[in-house]
């Protein structure tokens, strides 16, 4: 089934520790984008990419570091989880060929992170 | 620089009363406005988008370039309507998203 998957759901792990968070999408999208949301705030965009081998930093700065050498694939990783880090991160995709105002941009279950 | 306002961090209607969920934005050139939803345990999901002028599910938005709003109403609020709402307009061509903080609609019985 065509869907867009996010693993862990849940992470919960010391300081300094490097992490992984993985995203991988079924639906063939070009684009795919993360966001970082602490509990009752707005979703910040902290990377995005349009393709394999493309990778840009979004609006939000962050420590985070990701990758684009699959299409379907688009892990985030942390070198050093630091308890700023606590956060839940969405992991989102659209397909690339459709006009911006027409396309869906479909979201993952999202991986809730806290760091101790 | 670009910024998407959602002053209502909750906002609490009994069913069947109207309701509008503000947003105001901060943009310039011309935006492409879209209302995403979360309903509780699932995950976040496109709504509707100003440019289809659509109703889905009894609500329609209405971009206001003069106020530089989209405010989001339906008329008769139901209880299965009670969710976060993120209004979120677009960058430019690289639709790059930015989200409000989000209303909560709670729809009382």
């Known amino acids: 089934e065509a869907d867009i998957y996010q693993t862990p759901r849940y992470l919960v792990i010391g300081t300094g520790k490097k992490i992984t968070l993985e995203c991988s999408q079924t639906?063939?999208?070009?684009?795919m984008y993360w966001y970082q949301q602490d509990p009752g705030m707005e979703l910040h965009l902290i990377h995005y990419?349009?393709?394999?081998?493309?990778?840009e930093k979004g609006d939000l700065s962050s420590e985070s570091t990701v990758s684009r050498i699959r299409t379907e694939h688009f892990p985030l990783t942390l070198e050093s989880a630091r308890p700023s880090h606590t956060s839940q991160y969405l992991c989102?995709?659209?397909?690339?060929?459709?006009?911006?105002?027409?396309?869906?941009?479909?979201f993952g279950p999202g991986t809730r992170l806290t760091v101790l | 620089a670009q910024r998407v306002t959602q002053p209502e961090k909750l906002l609490s209607v009994f069913k069947g009363a109207p309701v509008e969920l503000k947003c105001n934005y901060s943009?310039?050139?011309?935006?492409?406005l879209f209302w995403y939803v979360q309903y509780s345990r699932q995950r976040l999901q496109l709504l509707l988008r100003h440019i289809s002028r659509e109703s889905i599910k009894g609500f329609t938005a209405d971009l206001n370039k003069g106020e530089t709003s989209f405010h989001l109403k339906k008329p008769f609020a139901q209880e299965e309507d009670s969710a976060m709402y993120y209004c979120a307009p677009t960058r430019d061509s690289s639709y790059k998203l930015i989200f409000g903080s989000g209303t909560r609609l709670l729809v009382r019985p």
């Open positions: 639906m063939g999208h070009d684009k």
């Open positions: 943009y310039s050139g011309s935006p492409e």
């Open positions: 990419s349009y393709g394999v081998n493309s990778t």
């Open positions: 989102a995709s659209r397909a690339g060929g459709g006009a911006a105002s027409t396309d869906t941009q479909y």
